[in-house]
């Protein structure tokens, strides 16, 4: 199609000095007005264009589409103080998307997908001419374009359903690309082959003291996190077998399992750039194996917090962190537009806010967890350092990405957070001097992968016997220690009770970490369910409290429809969410395509081979067959 072909190499390609590469700035002419041995000649070639994607994924359209796409239709947020700025953000937000929206264009996912695809077509060519474009520089290139492709695509899929699809460069005026949509399911398989194909290729990591080149560029724990929800995904699919989908849901636990233990054995051997003994949370190490960084630390006299919070989405370049595209590496300020905007600059400058509904009921020493309400007790840091939570002027503003230091006032020492703890000052503003970078994958987030996979695992063997169960008021953990790995041979976690255990345990230990009141206040803590539903409500409730605001609530819960075969959990949780788009909405909330979003009109114009999304057609589209 021509819009998607225009947009690839129109525009300077810029390297990206912040992930070690070399600065330059290069117009690319079309290729095919350009000698290509006068340029795709030595190994500087092939990383100008690799960096580029990487810059293209940092432009504001892209970071904004995954914001947009993926959290502002959930139920995480309400519109903001500006949003009377951007008619189509608020139509989309109500549920009544047009397909004349700018949100529908597509166009920054193929900006990147055609310069990788670029890169993967003349790379081999350049390692045959330069003797210092190693094989082992080729595969490294080959494994970090694959990803970004992938990650690109695998957005946009779950976005639009079905696409257009090549891996063929864009690069001659005489090549057709007004191309048909491929099935969802196809590209996922694709997907899945192609990265399948080259996951050992990337470095275990670039260097030990790097840790911001270690999160920025495509490491070999960020393919198998990408393979884990890949796997993830494509298990879920009411139309296969119990057997096909626990298939992939194993290969999802094996991929995650190698980025669980990477991290694991950087702690545990001291494998890493700083000493993370004291900034991991002993409790949860001790008690689930995990090394998950501390919320609250006690330094001195006092009791510090939220310090995972600052290190993960203030500071930035984590340990948690898998992959993230960087917006303040090595001092750079390339500015996160995207964030800026929609999260806002400071209490009335922004288009979105935290929903008031997020925390339905005022927190009481008394309170004990219920799976009815996303937040109920008075100590979780994920709530009091993601949003300004205002009991009494409802909707809040966002902070999470938005504030380096999320601290109560003007003073790091917050008291227990148990007993007594003010969230951050309302009007904490975003600052210039803080991009923040955007985070595609982090432990946390692979270890929910694991437990979601395993809780379907489970109950497509049949579920634990009554007898195996354990009741659903029980705060005990699972077995201590060491997380037990699933092994290929099915002889580790093979029955339904250890694979729900093992899930529970790994919610557990999120949840716990973002808890610490749990050492003295059991009742806080949720109970392990005892029926399918009930484990999947926790676990959506636990990856939505983890990661809050991150562009995943919205795929979460397509994901749980496409799983089950219809949109009643989708339409019960959004019901609220799109209540002033009125009863055609609530109609069309009904259909499995309503989840996901039309084509760009202008897209339909130049290519006659797409197919509108049954749900947004008008008197002036008409269904092709």
Same mark, same amino acid.
């Given at each position: 199609?021509?819009?998607?072909?225009?947009?690839?190499?129109?525009? @300077? /390609?810029?390297?990206?000095?912040?992930?070690?590469?070399?600065?330059?700035?290069?117009?690319?002419?079309?290729?095919?007005?350009?000698?290509?041995?006068?340029?795709?000649?030595?190994?500087?070639?092939?990383?100008?264009?690799?960096?580029?994607?990487?810059?293209?994924?940092?432009?504001?359209?892209?970071?904004?589409?995954?914001?947009?796409?993926?959290?502002?239709?959930?139920?995480?947020?309400?519109?903001?103080?500006?949003?009377?700025?951007?008619?189509?953000?608020?139509?989309?937000?109500?549920?009544?998307?047009?397909?004349?929206?700018?949100?529908?264009?597509?166009?920054?996912?193929?900006?990147?997908?055609?310069?990788?695809?670029?890169?993967?077509?003349?790379?081999?060519?350049?390692?045959?001419?330069?003797?210092?474009?190693?094989?082992?520089?080729?595969?490294?290139?080959?494994?970090?374009?694959?990803?970004?492709?992938?990650?690109?695509?695998?957005?946009?899929?779950?976005?639009?359903?079905?696409?257009?699809? $090549?891996?063929? @460069?864009?690069?001659?005026?005489?090549?057709?690309?007004?191309?048909?949509?491929?099935?969802?399911?196809?590209?996922?398989?694709?997907?899945?082959?192609?990265?399948?194909?080259?996951?050992?290729?990337?470095?275990?990591?670039?260097?030990?003291?790097?840790?911001?080149?270690?999160?920025?560029?495509?490491?070999? @724990?960020?393919?198998?996190?990408?393979?884990?929800?890949?796997?993830?995904?494509?298990?879920?699919?009411?139309?296969?077998?119990?057997?096909?989908?626990?298939?992939?849901?194993?290969?999802?636990?094996?991929?995650?399992?190698?980025?669980?233990?990477?991290?694991?054995?950087?702690?545990?051997?001291?494998?890493?750039?700083?000493?993370?003994?004291?900034?991991?949370?002993?409790?949860?190490?001790?008690?689930?194996?995990?090394?998950?960084?501390?919320?609250?630390?006690?330094?001195?006299?006092?009791?510090?917090?939220?310090?995972?919070?600052?290190?993960?989405?203030?500071?930035?370049?984590?340990?948690?962190?898998?992959?993230?595209?960087?917006?303040?590496?090595?001092?750079?300020?390339?500015?996160?537009?995207?964030?800026?905007?929609?999260?806002?600059?400071?209490?009335?400058?922004?288009?979105?806010?935290?929903?008031?509904?997020?925390?339905?009921?005022?927190?009481?020493?008394?309170?004990?967890?219920?799976?009815?309400?996303?937040?109920?007790?008075?100590?979780?840091?994920?709530?009091?350092?993601?949003?300004?939570?205002?009991?009494?002027?409802?909707?809040?503003?966002?902070?999470?990405?938005?504030?380096?230091?999320?601290?109560?006032?003007?003073?790091?020492?917050?008291?227990?957070?148990?007993?007594?703890?003010?969230?951050?000052?309302?009007?904490?503003?975003?600052?210039?001097?803080?991009?923040?970078?955007?985070?595609?994958?982090?432990?946390?987030?692979?270890?929910?992968?694991?437990?979601?996979?395993? /809780?379907?695992?489970?109950?497509? =063997?049949?579920?634990?016997?009554?007898?195996?169960?354990?009741?659903?008021?029980?705060?005990?953990?699972?077995?201590?220690?060491?997380?037990?790995?699933?092994?290929?041979?099915?002889?580790?976690?093979?029955?339904?009770?250890?694979?729900?255990?093992?899930?529970?345990?790994?919610?557990?230990?999120?949840?716990?970490?973002?808890?610490?009141?749990?050492? $003295?206040?059991?009742?806080?803590?949720?109970?392990?369910?005892?029926?399918?539903?009930?484990?999947?409500?926790?676990?959506?409730?636990?990856?939505?409290?983890?990661?809050?605001?991150?562009?995943?609530?919205?795929?979460?819960?397509?994901?749980?429809?496409?799983?089950?075969?219809?949109?009643?959990?989708?339409?019960?949780? =959004?019901?609220?969410?799109?209540?002033?788009?009125?009863? @055609?909405?609530? /109609?069309?909330?009904?259909?499995?395509?309503?989840?996901?979003?039309?084509?760009?009109?202008?897209?339909?114009?130049?290519?006659?081979?797409?197919?509108?999304?049954?749900?947004?057609?008008?008197?002036?589209?008409?269904?092709?067959?």
């Amino acid at each position: 199609m021509k819009s998607i072909k225009n947009i690839i190499m129109s525009a @300077a /390609i810029f390297a990206a000095a912040g992930f070690g590469f070399t600065s330059c700035d290069i117009d690319l002419l079309p290729l095919n007005q350009v000698v290509l041995e006068n340029f795709w000649t030595n190994k500087d070639d092939v990383e100008s264009v690799v960096a580029s994607c990487y810059t293209a994924m940092q432009s504001e359209e892209y970071i904004k589409d995954m914001i947009v796409w993926g959290e502002t239709r959930s139920d995480n947020v309400v519109a903001g103080t500006r949003i009377g700025e951007d008619s189509d953000l608020k139509y989309l937000m109500q549920g009544t998307i047009k397909t004349t929206s700018r949100y529908c264009d597509w166009k920054a996912m193929y900006v990147v997908i055609n310069r990788c695809n670029t890169v993967l077509e003349y790379a081999p060519m350049v390692a045959e001419k330069d003797p210092n474009y190693t094989d082992s520089d080729l595969k490294i290139n080959i494994a970090e374009c694959k990803f970004l492709r992938a990650v690109s695509y695998f957005t946009l899929i779950k976005t639009f359903k079905d696409v257009p699809f $090549t891996f063929k @460069a864009s690069i001659d005026d005489s090549q057709d690309y007004t191309l048909p949509q491929t099935k969802f399911e196809a590209i996922l398989d694709a997907l899945i082959a192609d990265i399948e194909s080259c996951k050992d290729y990337a470095p275990r990591r670039y260097s030990l003291d790097d840790t911001e080149k270690n999160t920025g560029r495509v490491t070999r @724990a960020a393919m198998y996190a990408l393979l884990s929800e890949l796997y993830l995904w494509r298990g879920a699919d009411v139309n296969l077998t119990p057997a096909q989908q626990n298939e992939y849901y194993k290969k999802c636990v094996e991929c995650a399992d190698f980025v669980i233990d990477y991290k694991i054995a950087q702690y545990d051997n001291g494998d890493y750039a700083t000493d993370l003994r004291p900034v991991v949370d002993k409790e949860v190490y001790n008690e689930y194996g995990y090394p998950l960084l501390a919320e609250e630390r006690t330094v001195g006299t006092n009791s510090k917090g939220p310090e995972a919070t600052n290190a993960i989405f203030g500071e930035g370049a984590s340990f948690e962190t898998i992959f993230e595209i960087g917006f303040h590496f090595r001092g750079q300020n390339t500015g996160n537009g995207a964030v800026e905007t929609l999260y806002g600059t400071s209490s009335d400058r922004n288009f979105v806010k935290a929903s008031d509904k997020l925390m339905e009921n005022v927190p009481a020493t008394g309170a004990t967890y219920s799976d009815n309400y996303l937040f109920t007790v008075p100590c979780d840091y994920r709530s009091l350092a993601s949003y300004y939570y205002d009991a009494t002027n409802g909707p809040a503003q966002i902070y999470k990405y938005v504030v380096q230091e999320n601290r109560s006032g003007s003073t790091p020492e917050n008291g227990s957070v148990g007993s007594k703890f003010t969230p951050a000052t309302k009007g904490q503003n975003y600052t210039s001097s803080h991009s923040p970078n955007w985070i595609i994958y982090r432990l946390t987030e692979v270890m929910l992968f694991r437990a979601e996979a395993e /809780i379907e695992m489970a109950y497509n =063997l049949g579920g634990a016997t009554p007898e195996e169960e354990t009741p659903a008021d029980s705060t005990a953990a699972p077995s201590k220690g060491r997380r037990a790995s699933i092994a290929v041979d099915g002889s580790s976690l093979n029955t339904p009770e250890e694979l729900l255990n093992d899930a529970f345990k790994i919610i557990s230990a999120v949840f716990r970490r973002s808890n610490p009141i749990l050492k $003295t206040a059991s009742n806080f803590a949720p109970g392990q369910p005892s029926e399918r539903d009930t484990y999947r409500t926790l676990l959506l409730n636990e990856r939505r409290r983890e990661l809050l605001f991150e562009g995943k609530r919205y795929y979460d819960l397509v994901r749980h429809s496409r799983r089950i075969g219809n949109t009643n959990d989708f339409r019960r949780a =959004l019901s609220n969410h799109f209540r002033e788009a009125g009863a @055609a909405v609530s /109609i069309k909330m009904a259909q499995m395509d309503f989840m996901y979003m039309p084509v760009f009109r202008k897209e339909m114009k130049v290519n006659p081979n797409l197919v509108q999304n049954s749900c947004y057609l008008d008197e002036s589209e008409n269904l092709k067959n």
